[in-house]
């Protein structure tokens, strides 16, 4: 266990880490930059979905839009899904 686990006194507060990455999505001739959190979780109410990762843009917004995310028991296995989910659909915002 990680020390900054120990900082957690309440489970119900869902206490977790976050960290950033940077994925830039290129669409015709532009780049689009797509910035993912990853939350780390101390107690998730779900074992198996220990970290959530989340983009800070939706895709496909003027059909149905859609918020990039993934869910996983590994750093690796939500990031790689929010990844693939930004891949998923074009962005059509500005």
Same mark, same amino acid.
Do not use: H
């Given at each position: 266990?990680? *020390?900054?686990?120990?900082?957690?006194?309440?489970?119900?507060?869902? +206490? =977790?880490?976050?960290?950033?990455?940077?994925?830039? !999505?290129?669409?015709?001739?532009?780049?689009?930059?797509?910035?993912?959190?990853?939350? *780390?979780?101390?107690?998730?109410?779900?074992?198996?979905?220990?970290? +959530? =990762?989340?983009?800070?843009?939706?895709?496909?917004? !003027?059909?149905?839009?859609?918020?990039?995310?993934?869910?996983?028991?590994?750093?690796?296995?939500?990031?790689?899904?929010?990844?693939?989910?930004?891949?998923? +659909?074009?962005?059509?915002?500005?």
């Amino acid at each position: 266990m990680a *020390e900054w686990e120990f900082a957690q006194s309440e489970p119900a507060e869902q +206490f =977790a880490q976050v960290q950033y990455f940077s994925i830039v !999505k290129r669409q015709g001739d532009r780049d689009i930059e797509f910035t993912i959190s990853v939350k *780390e979780f101390v107690k998730p109410t779900e074992p198996t979905m220990k970290f +959530f =990762a989340v983009a800070n843009k939706q895709t496909n917004q !003027k059909t149905l839009p859609y918020t990039p995310c993934g869910w996983g028991n590994s750093l690796l296995k939500a990031l790689s899904e929010c990844m693939n989910a930004v891949r998923r +659909f074009p962005y059509e915002g500005e």
